[in-house]
């Protein structure tokens, strides 16, 4: 079965450590996002690629990195310039341009620092 | 800028019809969805309507869109139990960034 696929489903981070969260999806889309979710804000848009080694930033792209080497692959490097990761982290993918399908979204990482 | 807004909490009694509201400023919105999440888990796309239409129905689930207040509803007739979740709205542009824009979500809780 197709599907978008996040691991770990929860990560522990020390302060000042740097955190790859992975991302990786066997739909053919073509088009990547990474959204933080903080309780009662939604969803924020971090970084988001509609092709391989090309990526935009979002609201609250500040304290991350993202690279896209591959298609089927978007991990996100929380790095220990983002100085409240604790957050639910969602990845999605979809198809290049808007249409009725939207996005398909992964169960996501809970992150927590300790 | 592109800006999404819900209210956070709707409590409703099982049977009863849910209505869960939604207010955008792009007024360049091509599609407009609504997701659910349930605790602890990913987005699941519920509906959608595209933005040359008034309504949409879908089984339990109906979505009204009003262009000109740019405000879209769904509701869900002979709410259960299991429906209680978080909903989210949706939009995305025609212009500007190619992602879209979440609402805050609407938490709803239904009362047996």
């Known amino acids: 079965d197709g599907g978008i696929t996040q691991s770990p489903k929860y990560l522990f981070r020390k302060e000042g450590q740097n955190v790859t969260l992975s991302c990786e999806q066997n739909l053919n889309h073509d088009a990547m996002y990474w959204y933080r979710q903080d309780p009662g804000q939604g969803l924020r848009l971090i970084y988001y690629s509609q092709i391989v080694n090309d990526f935009q930033k979002g609201d609250i792209a500040e304290g991350y990195s993202v690279s896209r080497e591959k298609k089927e692959s978007f991990p996100l490097t929380v790095t220990s310039a983002q100085k409240n990761p604790t957050a639910f982290y969602l990845c999605?993918?979809?198809?290049?341009?808007?249409?009725?399908?939207?996005?398909?979204f992964g169960s996501g990482t809970r992150l927590t620092v300790v | 800028g592109e800006d999404v807004e819900q209210s956070l909490f709707l409590s409703v009694r099982e049977g009863d019809s849910s209505v869960i509201n939604c207010t955008y400023t792009?007024?360049?919105?091509?599609?407009l969805y609504w997701y659910k999440q349930e605790p602890g888990a990913g987005l699941q796309l519920l509906t959608y309507?595209?933005?040359?239409?008034d309504m949409k129905q879908d089984q339990r689930l109906t979505v009204l869109l009003n262009k000109k207040d740019k405000h879209l509803s769904l509701r869900i007739a002979d709410t259960q139990t299991g429906d209680s979740a978080i909903y989210f709205c949706?939009?995305?542009?025609?212009?500007?960034?190619?992602?879209?824009?979440f609402g805050s979500g609407t938490r709803l809780q239904v009362q047996p």
């Open positions: 999605a993918s979809s198809i290049i341009g808007g249409t009725e399908y939207g996005y398909t």
């Open positions: 949706a939009e995305r542009g025609h212009t500007g960034r190619r992602a879209l824009t």
């Open positions: 792009d007024s360049s919105s091509t599609y």
């Open positions: 309507i595209f933005s040359n239409m």
